[in-house]
């Protein structure tokens, strides 16, 4: 009977730090492909859209999404999924050819006529 009561409270205590053990506040940053202050507003909004993201800052410059999240509530690959489905890359998720063609004509950052465009 001790044996199993030791079990119960060892497996209880377990249980409890594995809960606590994930982080309010995580804070990670990811490449997003884009290129422009449209494509900041979307990534930005489709990350902020994501429940449990609380801070999502993307760079035109360098591609940075830097993420304040809730570890408790969402994760890196959700995010970066709902950031596809507006139309935009990362490394982990590429978006659907529909959510690409989904972006302002100025947007498409896979295009080199593009890409050139926002480099002059």
Known sequence: M???K???FVLALLMT???FAQNKNARTSIEVDGVCLMCK???EKASLNTKG???AIWNVETHELKLI???RKTDIKTITQSIADVGHDSK???ATDLAYNS???CCKYRDEDVLEEHND
């Open 17 to 19: 730090s594995l809960t």
């Open 103 to 105: 972006v302002h004509p």
């Open 92 to 94: 982990e998720i590429k």
């Open 41 to 43: 507003k979307r990534i």
């Open 53 to 55: 993201v609380k801070s």
């Open 69 to 71: 999240f809730d570890e």
């Open 2 to 4: 001790k044996i199993l």
């Open 6 to 8: 030791s079990t119960v």
